[in-house]
Every structure is written in C-alpha cells, then in structure tokens.
C-alpha cells in the first residue's frame, strides 16, 4: 500500500517515468544543474548554453566595467567533466586578451580550478573569481610573464597595451582580435 501512495505520489509530480526511457542523471549533471539553478550573476556576466540539454558544456561572457579592461567583452567556455564537483570545470577564454592571468591559448590561472578547488565551491565561485581577474589582474602568479611584469613596472604602459589589445591589433608580436563591446 505504501509504494501504490508513493508511485502514485511521483505521478502526480510528473516524476515517474516508465524504466529504460531516461537515463538516470549522473552526479555531475545533479550537480551543475542545481549549480545553475542557483546561479547568481553579477550585471557584468551573462551565460550561452550551445544547447539547451547540455549544461555540462557552456559559455560564461563578462564584460567588465570598470578596471584595466573595462567595456571589453570576454567569453569563456567551461567543460563540466564526469568528476565534478570533485574536479573543476575546465575554464579556458576564448577571447584572445592581454592579461597577466591568462595565455594566448586561453588557459586561466585562477588558484580555485587548479590546488585550491573543493568540492563545496561552485560555478558561482569560479564566475566571481573569473571576473575579479579583471578588475585586479594578479602578476604574482602570471601566465604572461610578460603582462605581468609590465604591470609591476610601467603600470601606464600596461594600461596602453590592454588598450591597444581591446581595440584589436598588435601588442608585441601577438595580434588580437577587437574585444571592446
């Protein structure tokens, strides 16, 4: 009597489904869903899901607004493996930008996807950590050692060259694609 009032309290919930139709949802996918259920963006972030049935494969774009790169508009894509909330996402920046914390392959250093990750944090730490780079880019722990060394020496000249990689063109021998929204 007990499992009739529960299978028929699933079906009146819309839950029940008959066995072998679904899939059961794996622990990630538990996880990042009610990750981006909870999400919380501040007004400088937005996110693209390519397709609406994958979260675990997304676009995370911040435009900053004030800072080195203000008005610059800067897409990141994150990959979601098997293992979250064990492992971090896998972040990388599309945008090509000249930032102490970020390389030319779009690989970030942020301590939270790398030696500081724990499972309790979230989407939601990694976007706030993400944007927080752009408002004061680390050169303690560069990977454009030589963004990150300008920034120490010639702050004014690290400015022109953010700039200069905003509005799209050469810094160096790199070339950037317009990043300014």
């Known amino acids: 009597m007990i499992k009739l009032f529960s299978l028929k309290q699933q079906k009146k919930d819309g839950e029940a489904t008959p066995k072998g139709n679904q899939k059961k949802a794996s622990a990630a996918q538990l996880r990042i869903t009610k990750d981006i259920n909870e999400l919380n963006l501040p007004k400088t972030c937005s996110t693209e899901f390519p397709d609406p049935d994958d979260l675990l494969n997304f676009k995370l774009i911040i435009s900053p607004d004030e800072g080195f790169y203000r008005d610059g508009k800067f897409v990141f ?5 098997p293992n979250y909330p064990h492992e971090p996402p896998k972040v990388k920046c599309e945008t090509t930008v000249y930032h102490p914390n970020i390389d030319m ?4 250093c942020l301590n939270i996807l790398r030696e500081d990750w724990k499972p309790v944090l979230t989407v939601n730490s990694i976007v706030y950590g993400l944007q927080y780079l752009f408002l004061e880019p680390n050169p303690e722990d560069p990977l454009n050692k030589e963004a990150a060394e300008l920034l120490q020496s010639n ?23 317009r990043a300014l929204k």
Do not use: I, P
């Open 105 to 108: 392959e779009g690989n970030v």
């Open 77 to 81: 894509t994150f990959k979601v493996g």
């Open 155 to 177: 702050r004014r000249q690290f400015e022109q060259n953010v700039q200069k990689s905003l509005r799209g063109g050469y810094v160096g021998s790199y070339y950037f694609e």
